[in-house]
């Protein structure tokens, strides 16, 4: 393995330039370290650094380009199956690349020579265990064959380039040592540079959300109406095509839940909230916190399941089915009120910071002018501490519209526009899910239609985030 | 004694008006509300953990069958070489019947007698799962051929089922997999000693198994897949997210590039989970071409996902360093980046780290982004030792908990709230080590 070799050469060879760049730095500066502009060590880090970065930057990028190289340059040799169509082509490449590479491991374990037929191939193939997609033709065994070669010349000039550049990266920063070089300003200037680069990582997620997203989503509307998308009011998606695919049933949903939900935990979060910074003694505050908080801690896989087996039963056995409100255990119910249990940190825990950040002056004043202790907390805390409290609420909306796997457990699958809350409903998330889960074929717009799903939804969150965030900013400079 | 007979003005102070009455009233009321409200939340807690519980704890204990069991050379290995090879020629089936010899025999020599038992009951009384058990056990050790062994294989989940509460004989009535006669068969075994329901630690180790075996199906693809990705997140995203850290906090200069990457820091940590799903399958896997359901791709997307949960308590505990020690460090020769290495970020450290942990707890039970990347997939095959293992097809443990519940039999119910049983020990474990490092490690200035 050519690889491994080249690997273990740019981890020695560091080392070694370590070594020999300290000593030059000593032995330049008369052993006495003192005359020297750094400490040795970061001479040796210099040469160590200028060694190893350039070459393994070179490799990554080497990596991850010669695949693709190797598959333009093969998918000449094939004959087009079926001319324009990128699918067949994309399938057909798959098959060579995993013959490719069963040839490979045929060789390394000695059955093969290289002269085989195809038939041979594949014979020997499956006597070694080794499972292929697709029989082996001529075509796509010379085609593997031609793949194989390629992979193992730019395996081999990759490995060459990589150990050049790693010795002239050595031979440079080596040269370059004196007494006077500075070489903690470099060295410095280099770390700097990778703690931007690190933070840049952000962004680049950002970017490739939003990319990633609107590149499928254009997708997406060049097959199917924009108008139809966003105000459609059927959600019937058909793998032979001709679906309606609307969002509002979806959207409606969504809201209808992710309501529910705030419905169960503003009071409760506000009011423990406000217990909590107002009322309970140290005792009880040291035990209910940490616990109200744990509920923030568990996984929503653990709600969808509390939803699935306890919730949704118990609501179908005592309420829907003797009011008559329908027979289904997933009901938009179900999903709000587990939801809602879900996000009670959320709300409780922000407000509980805001409450505890107004004044005490304020309350002083409240209570000498007479007050009782909940007549200053609805009248003077609460107004003060309004604006986070519904920033905090907002943050909690979001959360509930971007929430999974609660509804795919426990809201259901049925795209409807209803108001019975005993009726199983769905959510853009749920779709998103479902359109993107099992086999998907990445041309139709039933499957394109959940990066629209999804971008409208990266879009509503943020777009709460955002003035979330910036209630919150506004209200903390009153105070600070 | 007179005074008391007139009538009173009440004006005392001790003798509350309407007014205050009512007052007084209202802050009861309110204090009573938040009282409640404290209490319904952690009532929602306990109901969830009881029914998790009540729930899941049986998944750990299993019902098994001992027999002895007599392997004849004449049908599992004609060629007599004792060659797996070979011998890998007698299917399941084979030893199947084998068993099903094996549990008549032992039926007789109990001397249980069952009114109607057919001999098809009593080859389903065992899982689908006992002969490959038995077949695997022959395979690594052939000689064991021609002797007869004792062996403990699985029995049917509803044999199973039956034990913890789930079937009983009226149920049994209207279930085509299990007859009131296999019950009874249950119950005379039991009594004889064979039939025992233990513990049962194949549930952590053992694979998935089909939909028709639930007594087989385990959890040790998902902890290996959950493992490997959990390597990956720690491996990426502390180093990431501590420069980055140590970037914002320390170097930055007041600019619209700074502002820009924090605003866009702060809005990833609200970001969907599912968004990041998206982003893993358009840019990980159509894009980059890795391969679907491998815990590369799933620890990369968590990586992303976990990133802003680290840097922001990291940044935190960088701020709650004092300047001083800044300033002591550059006032004694010290250059910033090495006043920062090799002062501030050590001190940091209990700090960070904490954050690491309850981040990579959160991580953890991530599920949503996990199905779109493909890790739904039932996979049977343990992932290679890595870094050839982050390649190959593995499954996380919240995403077979949701897996389980998609299946129809009642058993995988049992077996997704033991599932969440283990998660809930691994979160319980992180989340008490971040707090033990806390209470040890960390400085108040």
Same mark, same amino acid.
């Given at each position: 393995m050519p690889l491994s070799w080249t690997i273990l050469a740019l981890a020695i060879l560091p080392v070694i330039g370590f070594v020999l760049g300290r000593n030059r730095a000593i032995s330049s500066a008369g052993g006495d370290t003192r005359n020297l502009h750094s400490l040795p060590s970061y001479y040796g880090w210099s040469v160590a650094l200028f060694t190893a970065l350039p070459a393994i930057l070179v490799m990554c990028v080497w990596l991850i380009v010669q695949p693709s190289v190797i598959a333009n340059a093969v998918s000449g040799l094939l004959p087009e199956a079926t001319p324009g169509d990128a699918n067949a082509?994309? !399938?057909?490449?798959?098959?060579?690349?995993?013959?490719? /590479?069963?040839?490979?491991? +045929?060789?390394?374990?000695?059955?093969?020579?290289?002269?085989?037929?195809?038939?041979?191939?594949?014979?020997?193939?499956?006597? !070694?265990?080794?499972? !292929?997609?697709?029989?082996?033709?001529?075509?796509?065994?010379? /085609?593997?064959?031609?793949? +194989?070669?390629?992979?193992?010349?730019?395996?081999?000039?990759?490995?060459?380039?990589?150990?050049?550049?790693?010795?002239?990266? %050595?031979? &440079?920063?080596?040269?370059?040592?004196?007494?006077? &070089?500075?070489?903690?300003?470099?060295?410095?200037?280099?770390?700097?540079?990778?703690?931007?680069?690190?933070?840049?990582?952000?962004?680049?997620?950002?970017?490739?959300?939003?990319?990633?997203? !609107? %590149?499928?989503?254009?997708? &997406?509307?060049?097959q199917y109406a924009w108008t139809e998308f966003f105000f459609g009011k059927n959600w019937q998606p058909n793998f032979r095509g001709n679906s309606d695919l609307g969002i509002l049933p979806l959207l409606w949903g969504t809201l209808y839940i992710s309501f529910i939900a705030l419905a169960v935990a503003v009071p409760i979060g506000l009011f423990a909230a406000i217990y909590m910074s107002e009322y309970a003694g140290p005792k009880l505050r040291s035990f209910a916190k940490p616990a109200i908080e744990m509920l923030a801690g568990i996984p929503t896989i653990v709600y969808g399941l509390f939803a699935l087996i306890t919730v949704g039963p118990m609501l179908r056995d005592y309420f829907a089915q003797p009011l008559g409100f329908g027979s289904s255990a997933s009901s938009v119910l179900t999903a709000g009120l587990v939801m809602g249990v879900m996000i009670i940190p959320f709300v409780s825990s922000l407000s509980d910071d805001i409450i505890n950040a107004v004044p005490q002056s304020l309350r002083d004043g409240s209570l000498g002018l007479g007050a009782t202790h909940s007549e200053t907390i609805r009248q003077v805390v609460l107004p003060a501490a309004l604006p986070g409290i519904v920033g905090a609420v907002l943050l909690a909306a979001s959360r509930a519209i971007g929430e999974t796997m609660i509804v795919v457990m426990g809201a259901g699958a049925a795209a409807k526009l209803s108001l019975n809350p005993f009726e199983a409903m769905t959510t853009i998330t749920v779709k998103i899910v479902s359109q993107l889960t099992g086999d998907t074929d990445f041309a139709a717009p039933e499957t394109l239609v959940a990066f629209a799903l999804g971008l409208t939804l990266f879009a509503i969150t943020l777009a709460l985030n955002v003035l979330a965030l910036y209630i919150v900013r506004k209200y903390r400079e009153q105070y600070e | 004694m007179t005074d008391a007979a007139i009538p009173m003005k009440r004006t005392s102070l001790l003798q509350p008006d309407a007014r205050t009455k009512s007052r007084n009233a209202a802050e009861a009321r309110f204090r009573a509300y938040g009282f409640v409200a404290v209490l319904v939340a952690l009532l929602a807690l306990a109901a969830l953990l009881v029914s998790i519980l009540g729930n899941g704890m049986s998944a750990f204990r299993q019902t098994a069958l001992t027999i002895q069991v007599e392997l004849p050379e004449a049908t599992l290995d004609k060629s007599g070489i004792r060659d797996p090879e070979v011998m890998k020629k007698v299917t399941t089936i084979g030893y199947g019947k084998i068993l099903t010899k094996a549990v008549d025999a032992a039926i007789a020599d109990a001397g249980i007698k069952i009114e109607d038992l057919s001999g098809k009951e009593v080859a389903k009384f065992l899982s689908g799962e006992a002969a490959a058990q038995l077949r695997d056990r022959v395979l690594a050790n052939p000689d064991l051929i021609g002797r007869t062994v004792e062996i403990e294989v699985l029995v049917n989940g509803r044999i199973d089922g039956y034990y913890k509460g789930r079937v009983s004989a009226e149920s049994a009535l209207l279930d085509s997999n299990v007859s009131p006669a296999q019950l009874k068969l249950a119950d005379a075994l039991k009594e004889s000693g064979m039939l025992r329901t233990k513990f049962n630690m194949a549930f952590v180790t053992a694979p998935d198994a089909s939909d028709q075996r639930p007594e087989a199906a385990g959890l040790g693809v998902a902890v290996l897949g959950s493992l490997y990705m959990m390597i990956i997140v720690l491996v990426l995203s502390l180093p990431i997210g501590v420069a980055t850290a140590v970037y914002l906090e320390e170097f930055a200069p007041r600019n619209r590039m700074s502002d820009l990457i924090e605003v866009n820091i702060s809005n990833l940590a609200a970001v969907p989970s599912i968004v990041f799903g998206i982003l893993g399958l358009a840019a990980f896997i159509n894009f980059a071409g890795l391969p679907q359901s491998a815990p590369i791709v799933g620890g990369l997307v968590l990586t992303l996902m976990t990133l802003?949960? @680290? =840097? @922001?308590? *990291?940044?935190?505990?960088?701020? *709650?360093? #004092? #300047?001083? =020690?800044?300033? $002591? $460090?550059?006032?004694?020769?010290?250059?910033?980046?090495?006043?920062?290495?090799?002062?501030?970020?050590?001190?940091? $450290?209990?700090? =960070?780290?904490?954050?690491? @942990? @309850?981040?990579? $707890?959160? *991580?953890l039970g991530e599920t949503a982004p996990l199905l779109l990347i493909g890790m739904v997939a039932f996979v049977r095959d343990y992932p290679d030792l890595p870094l050839d293992g982050f390649f190959d097809p593995a499954t996380a443990l919240p995403v077979q908990i949701y897996n389980w519940t998609q299946r129809a039999d009642p058993a995988f119910v049992e077996r997704a709230s033991g599932a969440i049983i283990v998660l809930l020990v691994f979160l319980v474990v992180m989340n008490g080590l971040a707090i033990l490092l806390r209470r040890r490690f960390e400085r108040r200035w």
């Open positions: 082509q994309t !399938l057909v490449m798959t098959d060579v690349r995993r013959l490719a /590479a069963a040839i490979e491991t +045929g060789r390394s374990v000695g059955i093969l020579s290289g002269s085989e037929t195809a038939q041979e191939v594949q014979g020997k193939l499956s006597d !070694l265990g080794v499972v !292929l997609g697709a029989p082996v033709t001529p075509e796509i065994l010379g /085609a593997a064959t031609a793949w +194989g070669l390629m992979a193992e010349r730019g395996g081999g000039l990759m490995s060459a380039v990589v150990l050049a550049l790693a010795l002239v990266g %050595f031979w &440079f920063s080596y040269r370059r040592i004196t007494r006077d &070089f500075r070489a903690r300003n470099s060295i410095e200037a280099a770390i700097r540079a990778g703690l931007i680069a690190c933070s840049v990582i952000a962004i680049a997620t950002t970017a490739g959300i939003v990319l990633s997203m !609107l %590149f499928e989503t254009g997708q &997406f509307f060049r | 802003p949960r @680290i =840097i @922001i308590p *990291a940044r935190a505990a960088l701020k *709650a360093v #004092p #300047p001083s =020690i800044r300033d $002591a $460090a550059l006032g004694v020769g010290a250059s910033k980046m090495q006043s920062v290495f090799h002062h501030v970020l050590p001190l940091a $450290a209990p700090g =960070i780290l904490t954050g690491m @942990i @309850i981040g990579l $707890a959160q *991580a």
